[in-house]
């Protein structure tokens, strides 16, 4: 079963968001898709929040799921994990047990679809802004040359390469299967590693939706 075979409408595409607790998860993907951001911390048990952007000259809406504390909750996980296109593994710069949490939320998402090989995949970390640092980009870097991903460090606080950790996923889809063709427009790349040589090609274009447009829903 490839990718691309488990979404319903093609132009849908499923992105999962995995990660420890207090990670900002949910601080990434409300910055990216309503460019704000709350200091305060409020536990998650699964989110959707949605995006449009432009591939192939059509429309496709991002469906991005924050997993959350689903922990509590595999079979919903599960199904999220089943049915996502291209997955991110977030942890905290500051938390170094977010870190070492990585190696089980990767082996979560192998033991559902068997193998990442032609999955987009990033390994995210989160609050750079953060002076303190328990984790350092080398070591983010050894372990997203471990699992032959990317790995892009961000903070939702600032605003920081939030924009591009999402240009790159698209970015990583359309090198793997080369269904997703980019739009009109250029964007700045992202300085992320990459396991082979890129070949030059345009970014997604994404687009800001109204207000009333955007929104949130619990799964239940």
């Not at 432009?54 to 504390?69: K, N, Q």
């Not at 296109?85 to 939320?105: D, G, I, K, M, P």
Request: charged letters at 25%; aromatic letters at 8%; one cysteine or more.
């Amino acid at each position: 079963m490839t990718n691309r075979s488990i979404s319903q409408d093609k132009n849908d595409y499923r992105i999962v968001v995995l990660g420890s607790a207090a990670v900002g998860k949910s601080s990434l993907l409300t910055r990216f898709i309503h460019g704000t951001f709350k200091d305060s911390y409020s536990p998650t048990v699964e989110d959707t929040y949605r995006r449009v952007v432009t591939l192939d000259s059509s429309v496709c809406t991002l469906h991005i799921t924050d997993t959350g504390g689903s922990h509590h909750f595999p079979a919903m996980k599960n199904l999220a994990i089943k049915r996502g296109h291209a997955f991110l593994v977030v942890y905290s710069l500051a938390n170094r047990r977010s870190f070492l949490s990585l190696e089980t939320f990767h082996a979560e998402i192998v033991s559902v679809r068997n193998t990442l090989s032609m999955v987009p995949f990033m390994v995210v970390g989160n609050k750079c802004d953060i002076k303190e640092r328990e984790v350092s980009e080398s070591e983010g870097l050894a372990l997203a040359k471990k699992w032959g991903c990317s790995y892009i460090e961000t903070s939702a606080k600032h605003d920081f390469q939030v924009r591009k950790l999402f240009e790159e996923l698209l970015y990583l889809e359309k090198r793997h299967s080369m269904t997703l063709e980019v739009g009109q427009g250029k964007g700045k790349k992202s300085q992320v590693t990459r396991p082979q040589k890129p070949v030059q090609q345009s970014e997604p274009q994404l687009h800001k939706q109204p207000e009333s447009q955007l929104h949130k829903c619990m799964l239940m």
